[in-house]
């Protein structure tokens, strides 16, 4: 189904109008950055404990405006996923109920388009959630960082070439300093300094050098 006809069908059958404002175009020139962090990556039974989103306006990251929430989930984080986001069971027990934040993460996010590093699994960890209280999906477009990435680096490349499209190779690439992975904030601004990066380079016809394999020559008498 074509977005727009999906997102007139959501709209005519919304649960709660007053997220109308979701299926309408989103400020000019505006994109939103967005990142979760997760007991998990089953996104059947895990869930959302930490969110930040970051609005770019243009090439200006506005990070004195973002939305940063802890969640208090039902499902407590696990000894394995605290080693990544260091997010303890009493933390997640001290944050906020998800009917809470999640209003509030709505408005703010409007009818932006949703940049992410692997967004499609951020916003299937939250449409859980919105599904319950206006029994329809974020309608948001998504836009993918490391498809924008894959196109400047690998487009076009020969057949049996290596790809490597994990989050620190991009930031390497880019030059863009590390910030701490799996916080939710840090997550999303080096995501939105991808992005701006990115979306510049694509504008000027730039592209990411690809190292060339160097193939070793075989000893004499081999």
Not at 202 to 217: F, H, L, P, Y
Request: proline content about 5%; hydrophobic content about 45%.
């Amino acid at each position: 189904m074509r977005r727009w006809l999906r997102n007139l069908f959501y709209r005519a059958t919304l649960a709660d109008h007053a997220y109308r404002f979701l299926f309408e175009p989103g400020p000019a020139d505006e994109v939103l950055v967005l990142d979760c962090e997760t007991t998990g990556l089953n996104p059947r039974i895990d869930e959302v404990i930490a969110v930040a989103a970051i609005v770019i306006h243009g090439n200006r990251i506005m990070t004195s405006e973002a939305y940063k929430a802890i969640i208090k989930a039902d499902r407590l984080p696990t000894s394995a996923s605290i080693k990544v986001h260091q997010l303890r069971a009493r933390d997640v027990a001290e944050g906020r109920p998800v009917h809470e934040v999640l209003p509030e993460l709505l408005r703010f996010i409007g009818g932006r388009p949703i940049v992410g590093y692997y967004v499609d699994f951020d916003v299937r960890m939250l449409d859980k959630h919105v599904l319950r209280y206006i029994e329809a999906k974020l309608p948001n477009r998504r836009i993918e960082v490391s498809e924008i990435y894959y196109a400047l680096k690998y487009g076009g490349a020969p057949p049996g070439t290596v790809l490597d499209l994990r989050f620190q190779s991009i930031l390497a690439d880019l030059s863009i300093p590390s910030l701490g992975q799996h916080d939710a904030f840090n997550d999303a601004l080096m995501t939105a300094m991808m992005y701006v990066q990115l979306r510049d380079m694509r504008k000027r016809g730039a592209r990411i050098r690809r190292e060339r394999a160097v193939q070793q020559e075989a000893p004499i008498g081999a």
